[in-house]
């Protein structure tokens, strides 16, 4: 049997995969191909897999698997906060987190030092370190060891993320292949008006950084250049950590998503040029009011 904690954490991996690489209605979706872009076993993506089928996301076909009910782009708000929103958010997950960026946890540690440090039983952990190796920000070694993979943990080097970010999304738009996604501008568009509307205020933290990071991978990707495409996804992975610490301030969210559909407003416009530098001022500004909070 699939974790208990790891199919619904699937659901909603199997959804940024579809939104990420913009897949269409009919799309064939493998189990072993999904288990293997998302680095897990074939178990807890069959479970996702028929979550998504009630959610008629997906539909089956007998002998043949999966296929995509929807295009990318009609996954919106409608489909993500059943999934995501209302999901339970573990203290001891973010507990996990914080300790790390303060550095109280070494590199390397073993099940019973967290199960002792947490004061939880190893059943729970698990579901906790299986979703934190999802993220990309822990490995499990052999035996019951695990270690933390390199993530931005200082303010220095967020700073320079944000400036690598700042040069990279902005010059992405104003690339000779660069040409809007209809309906990735609308579905993004329907994703920052929910956060608008008060989502902002009762969405998780895990929603809110997909939310933001989505939003920023679907412009770069309407440049259609791979380099760029994933470079913005490594930095994304980096400051996970981070941007957990900082979204427990929700204050300038709004404004975030104003910026965002100001963006969005100027492409459709036609002036890529102002866009352009619009979301670099936006980038560099968002570092200048979140990085002093991680003094």
Request: aromatic residues 8%; contains cysteine.
């Amino acid at each position: 049997m699939s974790r208990p904690s790891l199919s619904p954490q699937m659901t909603v991996r199997i959804i940024e995969h579809i939104r990420e690489n913009n897949l269409a209605r009919g799309h064939h979706l493998p189990t072993q191909t999904l288990a293997d872009a998302l680095r897990v076993s074939r178990a807890p993506i069959a479970a996702a897999l028929k979550r998504l089928e009630e959610l008629k996301i997906v539909r089956s076909e007998p002998y043949r698997g999966y296929f995509l009910a929807k295009d990318a782009s009609e996954l919106s708000k409608e489909d993500s906060p059943s999934l995501s929103d209302q999901e339970p958010e573990d203290e001891v997950y973010f507990q996990i987190a914080e300790d790390r960026l303060s550095r109280k946890l070494a590199d390397r540690i073993s099940e019973n030092e967290l199960m002792r440090l947490y004061g939880i039983p190893r059943s729970r952990l698990l579901k906790i370190l299986h979703r934190i190796a999802e993220e990309g920000w822990i490995e499990r070694l052999p035996g019951n060891g695990w270690e933390f993979r390199a993530g931005l943990t200082s303010r220095a080097g967020y700073e320079q993320a944000y400036q690598f970010r700042a040069a990279i999304e902005s010059q992405s738009l104003l690339l000779p292949s660069f040409r809007i996604d209809p309906k990735a501008f609308h579905a993004a568009r329907e994703e920052q008006q929910a956060i608008l509307d008060g989502g902002f205020e009762r969405m998780s933290r895990t929603h809110l950084f997909q939310a933001n990071s989505q939003f920023h991978e679907m412009l770069v990707g309407c440049s259609q250049n791979e380099f760029f495409v994933d470079a913005v996804r490594r930095v994304n992975r980096l400051r996970r950590l981070i941007e957990y610490r900082i979204t427990v301030n929700r204050s300038r969210l709004p404004l975030q998503s104003q910026e965002h559909l100001h963006i969005l407003d100027l492409i459709e416009a036609g002036d890529r040029q102002r866009a352009a530098e619009f979301l670099r001022v936006h980038i560099l500004g968002a570092s200048a009011i979140k990085s002093p909070q991680l003094i």
